[in-house]
């Protein structure tokens, strides 16, 4: 059993309550993600607020989940994979891109190859990143200020990584075709 509890707008602290009720508009659900993060209303209040601004970037949706899953599959983080599994799809990234990122591989698709490569490294490397891969990002049609970006989303999603991994929250039926299930360390 967790000892961290999925909480609901009810049964949340009250300064989460305000967070609950956007993800709720949101996404139609409050992810199970989201009822964990709620324990601590500084954890989900400075996550939601730099999830509006990675989803206010100059990014693209497909490309802000290109990244999001790519994040969670190097930290090998479950919940977030099959979740970012399914939201990628939605935004329509090509399930053959969306399998190889869950295998760890890049996308085929040079832009959002670019992206997975550069998020990989910055977790694997801890942000340092050379001057070869920043290149490479260049080369895709990419700036100097997406980098930044990128490495928004990066801390964006270390959050819902890192709360995956330590409260293990269930995962929601709609998602459950997703599942996926981190390699053994």
Request: glycine share 4%; hydrophobic share 45%.
């Amino acid at each position: 059993m967790s000892s961290y509890p999925v909480h609901t707008i009810e049964s949340a602290p009250a300064q989460s309550k305000p967070v609950l009720r956007q993800l709720q508009q949101t996404f139609g659900l409050i992810p199970n993600i989201a009822g964990a993060m709620a324990a601590s209303p500084v954890l989900i209040n400075g996550f939601i607020g730099l999830f509006e601004r990675v989803h206010a970037s100059s990014l693209t949706e497909p490309q802000i989940q290109t990244l999001l899953l790519t994040n969670a599959v190097t930290n090998a983080s479950e919940w977030p994979v099959a979740f970012h599994t399914a939201l990628a799809l939605k935004e329509r990234v090509h399930p053959a891109d969306v399998d190889a990122i869950r295998q760890g591989s890049e996308p085929a698709e040079p832009k959002l190859a670019a992206l997975s490569a550069l998020a990989r490294t910055l977790i694997e490397k801890r942000g340092r990143v050379g001057v070869q891969e920043q290149r490479r990002f260049f080369d895709a049609g990419f700036s100097a200020e997406q980098i930044l970006e990128v490495i928004a989303v990066v801390a964006a999603s270390t959050i819902t990584n890192y709360t995956g991994s330590v409260t293990h929250p269930a995962l929601e039926a709609q998602f459950e075709e997703f599942v996926w299930h981190a390699p053994a360390i």
